[in-house]
T-cell receptor, first 116, second 109 residues
């Protein structure tokens, strides 16, 4: 298994443009998480899904951010319109079934987003 | 509110010396604590969790509820231990991992 797959690995865009980040979780995992990492705020959870259903999106910074999981093997995080302060590394992670201490979240390599 | 504090952003020790990475947390219930590690050019990965009471790569961490701490320790540091270390917690059955700011550990030869 290639683990959690994220694309693109790097994205440079201009302010105001729409950005779409993609994630493919590990096959068989039921939970998917989106995190953002910045120097100022560290690693913070944006949203997570169980069985493709969004469970907690309280970490989504504002309405410009949206996330979907149309099926068990694919999720997107969209920013529209993007702003320079959105520049960060965005991580996707998946786990077999979150909420249990024995579950492990497996992280993808991250997408480094730069908004000019 | 859940919070994890790692007071040291940078920690540098010599090979063979003991290592302790500090982690303090704030949580009103019974948390589950984890240490994650990110080696250079690798993914963030789980190092150990308190519920397993295990030693991984020579590292151990004990949950001290009285001091609300979960410090990571290793008696003899090795150069390959150089990495970014994150302390994290979940609690109340929630699936959200709350991370500390991380500590960059450098082991000098």
């Amino acid at each position: 298994d290639a683990g959690v797959i994220q694309s693109p690995r790097h994205e440079v865009t201009e302010m105001g443009q729409e950005v779409t980040l993609r994630c493919k979780p590990i096959s068989g995992h039921n939970s998917l998480f989106w995190y953002r990492q910045t120097m100022m705020r560290g690693l913070e959870l944006l949203i997570y899904f169980n069985n493709n259903v969004p469970i907690d999106d309280s970490g989504m910074p504002e309405d410009r951010f949206s996330a979907k999981m149309p099926n068990a093997s694919f999720s997107t995080l969209k920013i529209q319109p993007s702003e320079p302060r959105d520049s960060a590394v965005y991580f996707c992670a998946s786990s077999l079934w979150g909420g249990r201490a024995e579950d492990t979240q497996y992280f993808g390599p991250g997408t480094r987003l730069t908004v000019l | 509110a859940q919070r994890v504090t790692q007071p040291e952003k940078l920690l540098s020790v010599f090979k063979g010396a003991p290592v302790e990475l500090k982690c303090n947390y704030s949580y009103s219930g019974s948390p589950e604590l984890f240490w994650y590690v990110q080696y250079s050019r690798q993914r963030l990965q789980l190092l150990l969790r308190h519920i397993s009471r295990e030693s991984i790569k020579g590292f151990t961490a004990d949950l001290n509820k009285g001091e609300t701490s979960f410090h990571l320790k290793k008696p003899f540091a090795q150069e390959e231990d150089s990495a970014m270390y994150y302390c994290a917690l979940t609690g109340g059955g929630a699936q959200k991992l709350v991370f500390g700011q991380g500590t960059r550990l450098t082991i000098n030869p």
